[in-house]
């Protein structure tokens, strides 16, 4: 929960505070800054609450984030249905899984529970760069983290590992789809 501090210093800024999040929709197209402040808040997630195949959607691009009024429109677009990347399955327990793209399963990964590149606090990050998974680069330079703000929601950064350093390139979230 912030301060009353920190949300007079948020208005003071120009700046909407989030503090509660009803729908990963409604976090397309949110400032890359307002995504980082709502991740920070969250809990590590939990694949099992995620459920099996969430939803992925992309939220943000972070290199915009200067010019981000601008091209927000552009991402509402890739963000639409037609994007080719349609989220994650978690299998052995949530231990691995595969990124859902234009219905194939691809890009393995090792998820498990480790401090954040952002804070150091605890998350949980999808790693790309295991060599049995054979990912290509840049693939296997990716790392994603996962914190959840509500229920059934997962939100975090698409990190690049480049000399030696991890950068923030997207943000990203995860809503489960429960079978109708």
């Not at 808040?41 to 609450?49: I, L, N, R, T």
């Not at 200067?66 to 990347?85: E, F, K, N, T």
């Amino acid at each position: 929960m912030n301060t009353q501090s920190e949300q007079n210093a948020g208005a003071a800024a120009g700046r909407r505070l989030i503090t509660q999040v009803s729908s990963l929709d409604s976090l397309i197209g949110a400032h890359p800054d307002a995504l980082r402040q709502i991740y920070r808040s969250g809990k590590p997630a939990d694949p099992a609450e995620l459920g099996d195949a969430p939803r992925g959607r992309l939220l943000s691009l972070q290199p915009t984030a200067g010019v981000h009024l601008a091209v927000r429109p552009l991402i509402r677009a890739l963000a639409s249905d037609w994007m080719p990347w349609k989220g994650n399955e978690f299998d052995h327990g949530g231990n691995s899984g595969t990124n859902l793209v234009l219905g194939s399963k691809v890009c393995r990964f090792k998820a498990q529970l480790v401090p954040s590149e952002l804070d150091g606090e605890p998350t949980l990050a999808l790693s790309y760069g295991e060599r049995a998974f054979g990912n290509p680069w840049p693939v296997s330079a990716l790392k994603d983290e996962l914190r959840t703000p509500s229920p059934g929601l997962a939100i975090g950064p698409v990190l690049l590992k480049w000399h030696e350093r991890w950068h923030v390139v997207l943000w990203f979230g995860l809503t489960r789809v429960d079978p109708q």
